[in-house]
């Protein structure tokens, strides 16, 4: 299946500071690359959809001008936790959309990055 | 009524025997459903996609979908400590928006 890579995928910031996560596919074009957190043991939350070239979207409750999300080209997208603090400690995961070809399948198939792990201290 | 629906569990199955899991949706004009695997502490992985109604199989796993009743179904024959793990139904209802079922925690014991 299509590769989509994380970085990194672990970091531990002081509170207060910004920490930026890249999400990559490594072997097809992204149109569209989705962020998620996962609390543990608990399921993934969408947190935002972004498009190439455009501003993303983001899903009711997730404040924007603390998470932003910059998706500039077809391959890479960031995330930044802005003025992090302990409670954004989470895991945090893209995933990007690969349209699927040959006779069988048809649409789009999302595929998940490795996941980063977020400590606010 | 949530877009995708699936037991929580944890569906308990000893080893070597068949786990059956199961999700409904609720677009009926949804075409293309997926199950993941998501290990904890691990991100998702995708394990099959399935776009027509009837079974698509792969190995020891074979997915279901009925159109018509609106749900998709996964089947894990030998079951082995190693499919322990959450286990996500996906279903695209439009272009590029996904939605994600909550999960359904499978225990497969020794």
């Known amino acids: 299946g299509a590769v989509v890579s994380q970085h990194p995928s672990w970091v531990i910031c002081k509170s207060g500071t910004s920490v930026k996560i890249e999400c990559r596919s490594l072997?097809?074009?992204?149109?569209?690359m989705f962020w998620y957190r996962q609390f543990p043991k608990q399921s993934l939350m969408l947190m935002a959809t972004?498009?190439?070239?455009?501003?993303?979207?983001?899903e009711q409750g997730v404040e924007k001008d603390k998470f932003l999300i910059n998706h500039a080209s077809l391959t890479l997208s960031t995330l930044t936790v802005t003025s992090a603090h302990p409670e954004d400690s989470s895991f945090y995961i893209c995933?990007?959309?690969?349209?699927?070809?040959?006779?069988?399948?048809?649409?789009?198939?999302?595929?998940f990055g490795e996941g980063s792990w977020l400590t606010v201290v | 009524q949530k877009e995708v629906e699936q037991n929580s569990g944890p569906l308990s199955v000893p080893e070597g025997a068949i786990a059956s899991l199961n999700c409904t949706y609720s677009?009926?004009?949804?075409?293309?459903f997926f199950w993941y695997r998501q290990y904890s502490g691990k991100s998702p992985e995708l394990i099959m996609s399935i776009y027509s109604n009837g079974d698509k199989e792969d190995g020891r796993f074979t997915a279901q979908l009925n159109k018509a009743s609106q749900y998709v179904s996964l089947l894990i024959r030998d079951s082995q400590p190693s499919d322990s793990a959450t286990y996500l139904c996906?279903?695209?209802?439009?272009?590029?928006?996904?939605?994600f079922g909550s999960g359904t925690k499978l225990n497969v014991k020794p």
């Open positions: 995933s990007a959309s690969s349209v699927a070809t040959g006779a069988r399948s048809s649409g789009n198939t999302i595929y």
């Open positions: 677009d009926r004009g949804s075409q293309s």
């Open positions: 996906a279903v695209n209802m439009d272009f590029n928006k996904f939605y």
């Open positions: 972004s498009n190439e070239g455009s501003k993303a979207t983001y």
């Open positions: 072997d097809f074009q992204a149109t569209t």
